[in-house]
Structure formats: structure tokens, C-alpha cells
């Protein structure tokens, strides 16, 4: 993560105030963090980053260093949900890949230190693009440029030797959609906040219709420009680092390109039931969806032209991460602003699934 992410949702106290900030109490991680992360020093001051909607991340500043520090949300977690140690797993096998990750300076498992497990990552300069505003400053031909790189990233993603990064059996191998689709509905589930019949005439489709075989590769689980740190290089914008690693698994490349999609929306194109990042890439010069698509295509040389499957997916999915998000908003434990508007999306995101079906 980067001191270009934008402003801190909260301003703690200083490096020798006593108040903790939620998800980060001062005494139990100063005292962890002197043998694992010994630069960061005992005179801290965190401040929650702007943006996600998921697990919390902090950028944690002292006069001798500064760390992102990633732990789970608040509150009651779904089971299987935010795991920080397969995070951690991932950027450490893929430090010094092809892919941009930031470096892994330490994790833990204990819970007693900050309530949950976490990690602690090295800070990567770059710009993180969340608002329309920023893309808005880039000129058509950098916005072009900044789609190709994403693109060529996502390649390099699915393209890692598993055996060579250790990584052979972060996942299954075989029947990923159907583990998938059978995960996110009890997921579904166990987050409910309201009936939607909808959403169980779409996992009846997702279980008929689902193609069978598939590629089996790394896959990132949540693809998009707003994961991702930017820097440019001789004016041309190139990524950085890649983050936010919590859904990667082994799986289907499709349905990893397809999740980029679900965000996506190019100029013209109605991207209305998404509310991450929402406008994002609607200016001029960025490609269509169907133009990503095919640049990937021609990149990796796999057909997509099953793709529609793939993209009915993974609205499904984040229909059911939204509701998750929405179901911990009503529960008053959401950190930020903008989770009021999030638990109208997830009946749209299960409509335009249906549509693509």
C-alpha cells in the first residue's frame, strides 16, 4: 500500500497516546511488534486506509519506519473467511515473480494480539486509483496504457509456476466452480439479512449450467485497478504492486479474469450495480469489457468465449460479499463511509447475473 492512498478514515491519537484504534490495540501490538517488526519502533500512529470493503488495512507511520498492517473486519466472521495466514502465504511465494507484490515483514496466527490474526507488509510507493477523479487526470492514451498493463499482470498471475513458488496445493485442482458455487451459497446463508428468491433460482442456474473441466492456475479471487498500486514510468502507468490477496486460491483463469469484469465498466457501459469503484474506468480511452477480454485472449491465447458463465459467477459472488458487508453494517461494525449503499447493490448484481444466464 502507498502514503498515495488518499486520507486516513480516522486520525488516532499521537505516537504516545493511549487511545487504541479498533482492530489495533497500541500495548499488545507494540509489544509483538518489537521482536517482528523491531524498525517500526514503540512511538506509532496508525490510521485506517481509505477504501475496501472487507478486511481492514492500516498504514502504521513512526519516525523510524512505516508498515501496512492487514487484519480481518470486526466483528462475527464467516467461517473459512478472511484469512490472513493464505494472504501472507501468497505474497511471500510470489516475492521477487513476475507478479508486483509488496514484501511480507511478518504474520502471526495469535489472536491475542490485535483480537484476530494479521500481517505486516512492507510499504510500496505508488497510487492506489479509487475515484473517477484520478482516472480523470490521466490522458486517453495513459488510460489505455494502465488497461494493458492490468492485463498483462492478470496474465502473469495465471501463469505462475506452481511448483517452483511452492503453491501446488494452495487449492484443488479439480471442480473449482462447483466448490465455488457451493462455498458462496452457504456463505449466502450463513449472511442473509432478507429473502431473496432470485438468488436461489441463480445458484439453480450456476449448478445446471456450469461447464465442466477448466485450466487450473493461481488466481487472485478479486482482480481490479482499485487492488492494485500505480506507478508511472516515463509516463506510461504501470503496476506496482498488486493486493488484497484474501479470495486467491488455485482455480479457473476465466473466472479470475470475469471477476475484473464484474467491476469493470468502459465508457458507455453501465457498471450502476457496483458500488466499488464505481466510475472508475468510464473515461475515455479506457477499453470496453468485451475489449479486455480479448487483449487478454490475445496475451495468454485462451478462448473466452465461454465467458458469459464466467461473469454470471462472480456477480453472484459479490452479491454475496456485499450482503456480508451489509449484514455487518446493520450490525453496526463496519469501519467508513459508503457501507449505507452497499446492501441495495446485491439484489441488482443477482438480477444482471441472471440476464447473463
Do not use: C
Amino acid at each position: 500500500m502507498s502514503p498515495q492512498d488518499g486520507a486516513p478514515r480516522s486520525a488516532p491519537a499521537g505516537p504516545s497516546g493511549p487511545e487504541d484504534v479498533p482492530g489495533l490495540p497500541r500495548a499488545s501490538f507494540t509489544a509483538w511488534a518489537a521482536d517482528a517488526v523491531p524498525q517500526l519502533g514503540p512511538d506509532w500512529t496508525p490510521a485506517v486506509i481509505s477504501g475496501g470493503l472487507s478486511n481492514i488495512t492500516y498504514r502504521v507511520t513512526s519516525p523510524t519506519a512505516s508498515v501496512i498492517v492487514r487484519r480481518p473486519p470486526l466483528g462475527k466472521l464467516l467461517p473459512s473467511a478472511h484469512d490472513m495466514g493464505r494472504e501472507a502465504r501468497v505474497l511471500s511465494a510470489l516475492w521477487r515473480t513476475g507478479v508486483p507484490v509488496p514484501e511480507v515483514l511478518a504474520a502471526t496466527s495469535d489472536a491475542e494480539v490485535v483480537g484476530a490474526p494479521f500481517y505486516v507488509m512492507a510499504l510500496v510507493e505508488g497510487t492506489v486509483y479509487r475515484e473517477p477523479a484520478q482516472t480523470a487526470e490521466l490522458t486517453v492514451t495513459q488510460r489505455d496504457q494502465l488497461s494493458d498493463s492490468l492485463v498483462d499482470v492478470l496474465a502473469a498471475i495465471h501463469a505462475v509456476d506452481l511448483d517452483e513458488t511452492g503453491l501446488r496445493d494452495f487449492g484443488k485442482p479439480d471442480g473449482y466452480l462447483e466448490r465455488q458455487v457451493r462455498r458462496w451459497s452457504g456463505q449466502w446463508d450463513a449472511s442473509r439479512t432478507r429473502d431473496l428468491p432470485a438468488m436461489d433460482e441463480l445458484v439453480r442456474q450456476l449448478d445446471t449450467r456450469r461447464p465442466e473441466g477448466g485450466e487450473v492456475t493461481l488466481v487472485h479471487g478479486d482482480y481490479r485497478l482499485d487492488n492494485t498500486l500505480v506507478t508511472q514510468q516515463d509516463g506510461r502507468p504501470t503496476v506496482a504492486a498488486v493486493v488484497d490477496w484474501e479470495l486467491s486460491t488455485l482455480g479457473d483463469p476465466l473466472a479470475d479474469l470475469a471477476t475484473w469484469l464484474t467491476y469493470y465498466s468502459g465508457p458507455g457501459e453501465d457498471g450502476s450495480a457496483v458500488p466499488v469503484a464505481a466510475g472508475l474506468t468510464a473515461h475515455e480511452g479506457f477499453p470496453t469489457t468485451d475489449d479486455i477480454a480479448q487483449r487478454y485472449a490475445a496475451v495468454t491465447g485462451r478462448d473466452v468465449s465461454g465467458l458469459d458463465y464466467y461473469r454470471a459467477f462472480t456477480d453472484f459472488r459479490l452479491a454475496v460479499i456485499l450482503e456480508g458487508v451489509h449484514a455487518r453494517y446493520l450490525a453496526g461494525k463496519s469501519m467508513g463511509e459508503g457501507y449505507d449503499r452497499v446492501g441495495a447493490s446485491v439484489p441488482l448484481l443477482v438480477d444482471r447475473a441472471l440476464s447473463r444466464l
